[in-house]
T-cell receptor, first 113, second 108 residues
């Protein structure tokens, strides 16, 4: 099925642990983004990419790294997890100036204890 | 993405009542997109507006883009319980700034 696939769906980490949230899309979209969603805060942009090999920071990039070695994949790395990173993470992708907007993955619910 | 303020943050209506949410920017917007997120779900793209004064309809939903391209609205006629969710109006293409959206609760 075409779309954005995020793994895992749920994850519990201990403070200080590192992990990678996976995101893959099979629609050949140029644009990919990572958002986090916290209660009452809406969606906040972490990092984004406008094409393979190109990434940039969003509104809340601290504590996260990304890379875009292929068009399909855009993993998000938590370097040293902190309780403040407990959140729901969404990956999204889109064509350049596409009239059908962004397609979102189903999200990863991360808890850091 | 460009910053857009949305009001109200929350609205609770009875099924059958109409509902409107408004988005406003201090600067001219290149476009505006609308998304709906059901409780526990992910945002789903509804529509994009790019032209000054543009009006688009999807069944009971009417989307408008202001003449100055600084504001937009979403109007739902005769709400149903299936309309429950949070509605967002981000602007931009390579990046979208979402804001907090408007949470709509519909009581049967």
């Amino acid at each position: 099925n075409a779309g954005v696939t995020q793994t895992p769906k749920f994850q519990v980490l201990k403070t200080g642990q590192s992990m990678t949230l996976q995101c893959a899309q099979d629609m050949n979209h140029e644009y990919m983004s990572w958002y986090r969603q916290d209660p009452g805060m809406g969606l906040r942009l972490i990092h984004y990419s406008v094409g393979a090999g190109i990434t940039d920071q969003g509104e809340v990039p601290n504590g996260y790294n990304v890379s875009r070695s292929t068009t399909e994949d855009f993993p998000l790395r938590l370097l040293s997890a902190a309780p403040s990173q407990t959140s729901v993470y969404f990956c999204a992708s889109s064509f350049h100036r596409d009239r059908v907007g962004y397609t979102f993955g189903s999200g990863t619910r991360l808890t850091v204890v | 993405g460009q910053q857009v303020m949305q009001i109200p943050q929350y609205q609770h209506v009875q099924e059958g009542e109409d509902f409107t949410t408004y988005c406003n920017s201090s600067t001219t917007l290149s476009n505006i997109q609308w998304y709906k997120q059901r409780p526990g779900g992910h945002p789903v793209f509804l529509i994009q507006l790019v032209k000054s004064g543009e009006v688009k309809k999807q069944k009971r939903l009417t989307f408008q883009f202001g003449e100055a391209k600084k504001n937009s609205s979403l109007h739902i006629t005769a709400t149903q319980t299936t309309d429950v969710g949070t509605y967002f109006c981000p602007s931009g293409y390579s990046t979208l700034t979402f804001g907090k959206g408007t949470m709509l609760l519909v009581s049967p």
